[in-house]
Structure formats: C-alpha cells, structure tokens
C-alpha cells in the first residue's frame, strides 16, 4: 500500500517552455501532497503544500505563477513549470499523504521523482 | 550526521556490522520524526517513524532512538548489507493538526563495503 506515482520521470526541455509534472496516489487518497525540489546532493526543499479542492501554500521564496499546483482530486496533483529556464533543472519529488484522522495521516509516501532539464 | 556546506556527510561500514546513522533536529515543538533511504535517482522511502512520547522504535533491523533532551535522533541499521547503501534523511513534523509539513535533515550518505 501507500503507493505514489510520478509522470515524467524524465523530461528535457527548451527554455521558455513549460513543463507539467502529474503526482498520483495510487492505492490512497491523499488529502495532502506536498511538492519538493532537490539538487545534487542536496536535501529535499518544500516548495508547496497542496490541500484537494483549495489554493496550494507556497514556501517563501517560491514564485507561485512560475509553479503551477492543481490538486483537482484526491489522487491526483499536478506541478507546472511554465516558461522554464536552465536554473529551474532539477529533480522534483511529490509526496502524500491519507485522509486526516487515519493510519495513514502523518507519513508522507513519496513519488519516485521527475528528472528536469532544460536546455 | 551534520553536514558542513553541500557536502554531504558520510558513513562508510564493512557489510554485516552494524550501521548508526545521526540526525539533529531542530525544533523542541517537533512531536513526530521519520527516517527515509532515497537511493541515487529515487524518490525517498519511509524506513520508520516515532512520535516524541517514545525513546525506542523497531522495526525489521531497523531500531531508531529519540532524546528529546538534546533533540538527537538516530537509525540503528542492524547487519548492514549493500543494498542499505543510500542517502538517509531524517525528517522532523513541525506542525500538528491538519498540516502535516515536514522538514528535512541534510542527509547522510551510507557506503556498505562487501
């Protein structure tokens, strides 16, 4: 159980294109999914925490209209980098977690991760 | 482990012993820790967790202590295998409620030597 998927695992794309990166809880539904950034060797970084149904929160220093977030269902997420450039290369990581109140509702299970490149 | 700029600390042990990896956290309001193992070019995944009313978890040769004290936490990794190699993170709750946002430790590296 507490299986989450990510859709790329990889992209590579010019600059000045943008970007979507899908976060889906496969066998849970997830009232939270939290979007992290990591570079080589580096820890996790939230960038944003996304609620179903609400406005993601964003972490102070990232620009909510360069990090798209849609939390349209409880099983699904989405992260857009719109008019991306060479910095915004990195490897992004979604996570979950269950329904308030459950088992489940304080561990993040995260995705395998989305490799970015931009050229 | 802490670690010092971008590098990552390290722990390199000899497969079979055992493996002590250290964490210091940062927020005496914490009440709930876990550890992850990402391996290179993964996703992190959840090894153990423990809440702030224990000192002691274990779980398949895995133990983690928790002192509040000194807001120390440590993964005991017992017989350490090559597969154990990976970057271990430990990650602190620092909100209750309804937000569960977690902050992250610097990592450890772990090398296990056939």
Request: charged fraction near 15%; include cysteine.
């Amino acid at each position: 159980g507490a299986v989450v998927s990510q859709h790329p695992s990889r992209v590579i794309c010019k600059s000045g294109t943008s970007v979507k990166i899908e976060c889906r809880s496969l066998d849970f539904q997830a009232t939270t999914m939290f979007w992290y950034r990591q570079f080589p060797k580096q820890s996790l970084m939230l960038m944003a925490t996304s609620n179903e149904g609400s406005k993601a929160t964003y972490e102070q220093g990232v620009e909510k209209d360069k990090f798209l977030i849609n939390h349209a269902s409880l099983t699904l997420s989405t992260l857009t980098v719109t008019s991306a450039h060479p910095e915004d290369s990195s490897f992004y990581i979604c996570s979950a977690t269950g329904t308030s109140g459950g088992e489940m509702a304080d561990t993040q299970y995260f995705g395998p991760g989305t490799r970015l490149t931009v050229l | 482990g802490e670690s010092v700029g971008l590098h990552l600390p390290t722990l390199s042990v000899q497969e079979g012993d055992n493996s002590i990896i250290n964490c210091a956290y940062s927020n005496s309001a914490s009440d709930y820790f876990i550890w992850y193992k990402q391996e290179s070019g993964k996703g992190p995944q959840f090894i153990i967790d423990i809440r702030s009313n224990m000192d002691k978890r274990q779980g398949q040769r895995v133990t983690v202590l928790l002192n509040k004290t000194v807001k120390h936490l440590s993964l005991q990794i017992a017989a350490t295998q090559p597969g154990d190699s990976a970057v271990y993170f430990c990650a602190e709750n620092l909100s209750g409620g309804s937000n569960y946002k977690l902050t992250f430790g610097k990592g450890t590296l772990l090398t296990v030597n056939p």
